[in-house]
């Protein structure tokens, strides 16, 4: 798992995968879509 802060509300949340190039992923929180800059892979049994 990949952990994504969004850009415009601040609020990090997770994907299963990380996005492709170019692709826009949407934020849960402010349902806006942006490119992720930075992903930070997570082990999910690491909380
Ligand atoms: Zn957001």
Known sequence: MI???CPHCGV?????T???DGEEV???NCKRP???????????EDD
Not at 12 to 16: A, H, N, S
Not at 37 to 44: G, I, L, N, Q, T
């Open 34 to 44: 942006f490119h992720p800059e930075e992903e930070e892979w997570v082990d999910p």
């Open 26 to 28: 949407v934020c849960p």
């Open 18 to 20: 990380p996005a492709e």
């Open 3 to 5: 952990r994504i802060v």
């Open 12 to 16: 990090p949340f997770l994907r299963v």
